[in-house]
Structure formats: structure tokens, C-alpha cells
T-cell receptor, first 111, second 114 residues
Framework: GQSLEQPSEVTAVEGAIVQINCTYQTSGFYGLSWYQQHDGGAPTFLSYNALDGLEETGRFSSFLSRSDSYGYLLLQELQMKDSASYFCAVRDQGGTYKYIFGTGTRLKVLA | NAGVTQTPKFQVLKTGQSMTLQCAQDMNHNSMYWYRQDPGMGLRLIYYSASEGTTDKGEVPNGYNVSRLNKREFSLRLESAAPSQTSVYFC?????????????FGPGTRLTVT
């Protein structure tokens, strides 16, 4: 089957840079997405990588290496408001619209 | 432009009761989804609708039914609620240039089954 692995928790200080990793096992690969979810809130889309390399969106960047079945989300100039859970997600081999989420990484930003 | 809306926001049911969760989107998206999220977990797909008139099972469909009422609305029904269905339910839609890879989520329904 398909699976996604993320670290359960990451802690960093305000102003620092943090990397959240995601490794996946899929029989077919169609792209990796990242979502942010604050406690009690809904997931919001951050980034999507279809091809190898780095995608940058402001303070957030996402990287993909298809040969290594690996991606990461990079958060720069951390702010307290970045404390949230971050999920990677891939399309399921079973269908175009089936989407699988990782179990999430809880990021704590310390002052 | 409200995005994706869900009702109700909170619900408490007794075991065996039924209810319908409502979802609507105003972004003219073709595809809609229902997920559940248990504490400390990722989201799991219950059902999805690739386009108006079609619905398909996701990862955890047992105990649920769905209806794609029109392009805007996608409802989720629990026929006989069980404590194992206590969860937060999110509706989502997609239809932009990134398709399924960029989903927009509603605020969620927090359901407790006693």
C-alpha cells in the first residue's frame, strides 16, 4: 500500500529555520502537497511539488526528490504564528481523486 | 466569497441516531471530498465526488453515505451513529489548476457520539 512518514514533533525558536521531512511509498507518484493546520482549525494549502527541486512561496519552500521518495517543507524566519501541524499528502494509486495524508508534524515555535 | 461552508459546527449524537452533515462551496469546483480527523491523526478520506453526479468510496467509507446534490453541495450521512465515529469531519473541494493537489477545506464539524 501507500504510506507517508513524517516526524511527529519538531521544536524551534523564533527567527530560526526548520525543515519538516516527508518520505513516501507509492507505486505511482503524481506529486506531493503540503498543508498547515492550526489547533482547532481547518487545513490550508501551502505548496505543491510535481517535479524535483525547490518551490518557494515567501518564507515557505518545499523540496522534492522523486528518486529518493522524499520531500521536505522548509520554514524560514520562524514566527510564533507558525506553530501548527504540517501535513504532507499524495494522490493514492487507486484513483485520481483519492488523496492520502501523512499523520502530521507538530511544530512548536519558542520565543 | 465564503469558500467552503459546513453545518453544523458541533453535534452530539446518541448511539444509533442518524444525522446529515452539510457542505457547500461557492468556488465552482468540480470535485468535493469528505474527510475525518481523529485526535493527533492525519485526515482520512471517507468519500469523494470527482464531479457532479458521481461519488466514490475513499479509505474509510463504512457507516457513511453521501449525496452530491448539485455542483455546490455534497452531504455526508451517518445512518446509525457509533462511538467510533466520534471525530472532526472536514469537507473539501478542488478545481483549480492544481486539481486534486490543492484542496480547500471547510471549518469542520465536531461530532461526538455517546
Amino acid at each position: 500500500g501507500q504510506s507517508l512518514e513524517q516526524p511527529s514533533e519538531v521544536t524551534a525558536v523564533e527567527g530560526a529555520i526548520v525543515q519538516i521531512n516527508c518520505t513516501y511509498q507509492t507505486s505511482g507518484f503524481y506529486g506531493l502537497s503540503w498543508y498547515q493546520q492550526h489547533d482547532g482549525g481547518a487545513p490550508t494549502f501551502l505548496s505543491y511539488n510535481a517535479l524535483d527541486g525547490l518551490e518557494e512561496t515567501g518564507r515557505f519552500s518545499s523540496f522534492l526528490s522523486r528518486s529518493d521518495s522524499y520531500g521536505y517543507l522548509l520554514l524560514q524566519e520562524l514566527q510564533m504564528k507558525d506553530s501548527a501541524s504540517y501535513f504532507c499528502a499524495v494522490r493514492d494509486q487507486g484513483g485520481t481523486y483519492k488523496y492520502i495524508f501523512g499523520t502530521g508534524t507538530r511544530l512548536k515555535v519558542l520565543a | 466569497n465564503a469558500g467552503v461552508t459546513q453545518t453544523p459546527k458541533f453535534q452530539v449524537l446518541k448511539t444509533g441516531q442518524s444525522m446529515t452533515l452539510q457542505c457547500a462551496q461557492d468556488m465552482n469546483h468540480n470535485s468535493m471530498y469528505w474527510y475525518r480527523q481523529d485526535p493527533g491523526m492525519g485526515l482520512r478520506l471517507i468519500y469523494y465526488s470527482a464531479s457532479e453526479g458521481t461519488t466514490d468510496k475513499g479509505e474509510v467509507p463504512n457507516g457513511y453515505n453521501v449525496s452530491r446534490l448539485n455542483k455546490r453541495e455534497f452531504s455526508l450521512r451517518l445512518e446509525s451513529a457509533a462511538p467510533s465515529q466520534t471525530s472532526v469531519y472536514f469537507c473539501a473541494s478542488s478545481g483549480g489548476e492544481r486539481g486534486v493537489y490543492e484542496q480547500y477545506f471547510g471549518p469542520g464539524t465536531r461530532l461526538t457520539v455517546t
